[in-house]
């Protein structure tokens, strides 16, 4: 990984925390040249101040088509780009019964985890390197798993993977491949009460057969085999750590 990702750049929109970050520190640390983007200026100063020279930032908003071209036309061509921005199923509310879920709810993870990633693909097609890669995140919920009141859920994530399959024909020989991560120990859950959270991580950690709740690091691992590995294109990994 380390010959292979040296001096590329790699553009991790959703950098500034939890699965992104650590895909961008991993990468750094092994020699490419990163950009994060994400909403938050606190977060992205935090973060690159983890990256060092290895690294740069911009604040975005992944939904403005207009930050998105502003952002792509100020950076330097992209070899490697990972989209792990979406807005927290806790902060919207989508993880719900469909009776008891709201069009509003249902609709805003969808614009961050789908759309979002969507434009950012369509915008930032232009700056990927000829034989460049795409990393797009799902979720354990979709086409593969049924997991309750994961309705909405569910459905933005077959989407993405769906988009991503049929993106990797299209842009070939560029590649498109989709992380579908399990239950991960990320700020995605800082919204939950302590003592929720940590019952929450219990109980898939007892289902896991590795015994445990992922980390960010796992996805890092992970992310930086599939933009390394020129011969895997359409694909869609599930990282759960063998959740049933």
């Known amino acids: 990984m380390a010959a292979a990702l040296q001096d590329q750049h790699v ?14 520190q991993t990468a750094a640390a092994v020699g490419a040249r990163v950009t994060v983007a994400g909403r938050d200026p606190a977060r992205l100063q935090r973060a690159l101040e983890s990256l060092g020279a290895q690294g740069q930032g911009r604040t975005l908003d992944i939904l403005d088509p207009a930050q998105l071209t502003a952002f792509f036309g100020s950076i330097e061509v992209v070899d490697h780009l990972v989209i792990t921005a979406h807005a927290s199923s806790v902060v919207t509310g989508a993880i719900a019964p469909l009776a008891d879920m709201t069009l509003e709810a249902a609709r805003a993870f969808m614009e961050t985890k789908f759309w979002g990633p969507f434009m950012a693909v369509k915008l930032g097609r232009t700056r990927l390197a000829p034989r460049g890669s795409i ?4 979720g354990a919920a ?11 859920i569910g459905a933005t994530n077959g989407a993405v993977e769906a988009f991503a399959r049929q993106l990797s024909r299209e842009i070939a020989p560029q590649r498109v491949n989709v ?12 919204g939950l009460p302590a003592a929720t959270r940590e019952a929450l991580y219990a109980r898939y950690a007892a289902q896991a057969l590795v015994g445990r709740v992922g980390e960010p690091q796992d996805i890092a691992h992970a992310a930086l085999y ?19």
């Open 226 to 244: 599939l933009m390394t590995s020129e011969y895997v294109t359409g694909q869609i990994h599930e990282i759960d750590g063998g959740r049933p």
């Open 135 to 138: 990393v797009l995140f799902s």
């Open 179 to 190: 992380i579908a991560a399990g239950l991960v120990r990320t700020p995605t859950y800082d």
């Open 142 to 152: 979709g086409a593969r798993k049924l997991l309750p009141d994961h309705t909405a």
């Open 11 to 24: 553009v991790v929109i959703g950098g500034t925390s939890g699965m992104g970050l650590a895909t961008a």
